[in-house]
């Protein structure tokens, strides 16, 4: 079963909008985190933001916040006042339990901002 | 401090040959994984060392792959006799503790590897 669903494959946004994108999770643990990267064309992944499942309060790392609904499983990426340089793919991320180290990705959203 | 290093940046083999890719993870980072996204599909997780043991390989495809790291320190992921389907994009991270939390706790992506078998 998918265990992160990002559902717009492709988003255009004005620059200095802002842009949501979405991103829902399944998972029956109750320890867990959620990652959002950055892929722009050159091709590292760029780590923006993280929410741990037992924060209270939702993640922000400057223009980055987190959208997160807890009973909803969903942890949807708002960047506001979107720049030309935001353009890229982005991918959402969890890690479930202490002890599992790995992630599991989504399938990515690609961001065009427009001047 | 130098990021996670992964050379080749791409790489064109033919079917049946050996690919040998290169990850050298953030100093001190005893946590190292390998990851690797095929054309159109998401990013799936194919290995996790601790130092120089493989604490986790579940996500490797098939015999044709094998990973070391030697002495903990860089790691190798070689492919060997590659097909068509191995094609894509390989990722390394690495990280300090097993990933807790996010920022400096969290992963760090090296820039990946584009492989191309043809």
């Known amino acids: 079963a998918q265990k992160i669903t990002q559902t717009q494959p492709g988003m255009f946004v004005q620059e200095k909008e802002a842009v949501t994108l979405d991103c829902t999770y399944d998972?029956?643990?109750?320890?867990?985190?959620l990652f959002w990267y950055k892929q722009p064309s050159s091709g590292e992944m760029i780590f923006l933001i993280y929410q741990g499942s037992y924060d209270q309060q939702n993640a922000t790392e400057g223009r980055y916040s987190l959208n997160f609904q807890k009973a909803r499983k969903s942890a949807n990426l708002v960047i506001s006042a979107s720049q030309l340089g935001d353009s890229a793919m982005y991918f959402c991320?969890?890690?479930?339990?202490?002890?599992?180290?790995?992630?599991?990705f989504g399938a990515g959203t690609t961001v065009t901002v427009r001047a | 401090e130098a990021g996670v290093t992964q050379f080749p940046s791409h790489s064109v083999i033919e079917k049946g040959q050996t690919v040998t890719l290169r990850c050298d993870p953030i100093s001190g980072h005893d946590n190292l994984y390998w990851y690797r996204r095929v054309m159109g599909k998401e990013i799936k997780f194919l290995l996790h060392?601790?130092?120089?043991?493989?604490?986790?390989e579940s996500g490797m495809p098939n015999n044709r792959f094998l990973a070391e790291r030697t002495g903990g320190t860089y790691s190798t992921l070689k492919v060997q006799p590659a097909e068509l389907e191995d094609s894509g994009v390989y990722f390394c991270?690495?990280?300090?503790?097993?990933?807790?939390?996010?920022?400096?706790?969290?992963?760090?992506f090296g820039s990946g590897t584009r492989l191309t078998v043809v």
């Open positions: 991270a690495s990280s300090l503790t097993p990933g807790l939390t996010g920022g400096a706790y969290g992963y760090t």
């Open positions: 060392f601790v130092k120089e043991s493989k604490q986790d």
């Open positions: 998972t029956s643990d109750p320890s867990y985190g």
């Open positions: 991320a969890m890690r479930e339990a202490p002890n599992d180290y790995k992630l599991s």
